[in-house]
């Protein structure tokens, strides 16, 4: 069928799958204790994409012109036999680049596992280096050396790593300088993200947000950095280079300056909904149509239908949406 572009003339160039809506973390933000405690009722097994389905699906939306697909939670790596699914992925051969984003928790455990399935590649979410901020951030559950663990061990063998910061005023500003240096030591590009009102309950003010602009602030103040030009449409961070290295930093501003106009993100959760937008309320249960035995060119025709009809702008319509819509929960879509 080819490339397809919804009313906005965005193509889908990005497709990020969720495994699991399962979590490791416990964060105060994202999955707060006192909603997804113990006792909260995730997904059974049935009710989630299987390893063949989520391959079929990204060998469609891969037909339809992706070209970056991203593995996402919950937290991928508490999918039993992930590596598995990574190397069915891989051996697609359709996909530029091929990723996964994970809290860290269990990278030394799998790191090579995920290598030789033939990932090249790695975010990690590491929000501070310090310990007691990092503790009230994901609900006490791990800790930076444990994460810091994982990290070393996928560097060990050859995967690529990237860090993923939300900058939070008042809690974590004060880690953009260590975490960058953090980086740069280990030659991991970085990449700090303004604080956004994602799901329900990460208790989102706008007072809480420290802007992008202010993150290059400090960031320079220890750094001697140079803008890099973008390298496509729909690039969501701006990027740094700091003189001299190929060390690279990252600015997400979805709060402070919108990019809904070139976004390209196309998400599939794990019940097997496609969100055409991060902030979006209801997916389009792609699962339940796959399950009734329609073919391929159905199943392209289905999903070219519910992009080529997006016009989802969440960003830059925020001051006139918030708090009137439920959105979908970051546990249950990944990033």
Known sequence: MGQVKDILGRPIRDLRV???????????????????????AFLPKSE????????????????????????????????????????????????????LTTNGYLLSKYARELFDSGLKRITVSLDSLKETTFKYMNGGVASVQGVSKGIEAAISVGLQIKINV??????????????????????????????????????????KVFSARDILKVLQSKFSLE???????????????EKGSSWEIGLISSITKPFCRDCGRARVSADGHVFTCLFGTNGFDIMSHMRKGIDDDYLMGLISKIWTLRKDKYSEDRSLLRGTTDKVEMHHIGG
């Open 18 to 40: 969720s495994v699991t809506d399962r979590c490791n973390f416990r964060c105060k933000y994202c999955m707060p204790a006192e909603i997804f405690g113990p006792q909260y």
């Open 166 to 207: 939300v900058i939070q005023k008042g809690v974590n500003e004060d880690q953009i300088i260590p975490i960058a240096e953090y980086g740069n030591k280990l030659g991991i590009n970085t990449r700090f993200i303004e604080f956004m009102d994602v799901g329900n309950h990460n208790q989102w003010m706008k007072e």
């Open 48 to 99: 989630i994409l299987t390893f063949e389905e989520i391959t079929r699906l990204a060998k469609i939306f891969s037909f339809l012109g992706t070209v970056k697909l991203r593995i996402t939670g919950g937290e991928p790596l508490l999918r039993q036999d992930l590596p598995l699914l990574v190397k069915m992925l891989c051996d697609l051969g359709s996909y530029e680049d091929i990723a």
């Open 227 to 241: 803008p890099i030009v973008s390298s496509y449409r729909g690039e969501v961070a701006q990027r740094y280079k």
